[in-house]
Nanobody, 117 residues
């Protein structure tokens, strides 16, 4: 088993930036695909960014060009740099790590991001 510990959320004004981190509790845990999801009040949790073990990234259109997902395999940590934040980015942000073999999907505890207008 592994725990994912998130940090970096907070309150920021519209147009500002935040950087989220997601660290795996075990240094030898293999993360094949790391992703970020978010859940706004009254809405379902939604995927918006992922990065594979070889660095390939995927973004949904709403964050493309503003958010950057990255990973440091030596620290077993995934990052999310968020720039030009908008009020509609307000949500609880969750990281997810998928290991292919044996298969497992793990979630962080969530961190609140609030963007004021």
């Amino acid at each position: 088993q592994v725990q994912l510990v998130e940090s970096g959320g907070g309150l920021v004004q519209s147009g500002g930036s935040l950087r989220l981190s997601c660290a795996a509790s075990r240094s030898n845990f293999v993360i094949n695909v790391a992703s970020w999801y978010r859940q706004a009040p009254g809405k379902q949790r939604e995927f918006f960014a992922s990065v594979t073990s070889d660095g390939a990234t995927t973004y949904v259109d709403s964050v493309k060009g503003r958010f950057t997902i990255s990973r440091d395999n030596s620290k077993n940590t995934v990052y999310l740099q968020m720039n030009r934040l908008k009020p509609e980015d307000t949500a609880v942000y969750y990281c997810n790590a998928v290991r292919h073999y044996p298969y497992g999907s793990y979630w962080g505890q969530g961190t609140q991001v609030t963007v004021s207008s």
